[in-house]
Nanobody, 125 residues
Framework: QVQLVESGGGLVQAGGSLRLSCAASGRTFSAYTVGWFRQAPGKERELVAARNWKGSMTYYADYVKGRFTISRDKVENTVDLQMNSLKPEDTAAYAC??????????????????WGQGTQVTVSS
């Protein structure tokens, strides 16, 4: 069983930065692949970034490449999403999700087994 709790969302001006953190409980969390998803009003939930359980593969959606960075601390059991150069279109509810154990990155929400409650990111123009 894995429990996930996100933090770090908020309101920021365009061009600014935010750092989201996903804290996990469970001794086996290191065996889980983690993804950050977002969902804007009226849109489907989409995968923004993910890192596999081995740390050997990372995925970024095209529209965040060069702006967002996903990182993992296996000692602290956290997975962070550093978001720079934020744009109004990045406004969404962001949630972390875990897939596993020992599964590779999945592209769709149904690929993931555990979810956090989400955190809102609002970027003003």
């Amino acid at each position: 069983q894995v429990q996930l709790v996100e933090s770090g969302g908020g309101l920021v001006q365009a061009g600014g930065s935010l750092r989201l953190s996903c804290a996990a409980s469970g001794r086996t969390f290191s065996a889980y692949t983690v993804g950050w998803f977002r969902q804007a009003p009226g849109k489907e939930r989409e995968l923004v970034a993910a890192r596999n359980w081995k740390g050997s593969m990372t995925y970024y959606a095209d529209y965040v490449k060069g702006r967002f960075t996903i990182s993992r601390d296996k000692v602290e059991n956290t997975v962070d999403l550093q978001m720079n150069s934020l744009k109004p279109e990045d406004t969404a509810a962001y949630a972390c999700a875990a897939r596993g154990p020992f599964r590779e990155i999945g592209q769709v929400p149904n690929d993931y087994d555990y979810w956090g409650q989400g955190t809102q990111v609002t970027v003003s123009s």
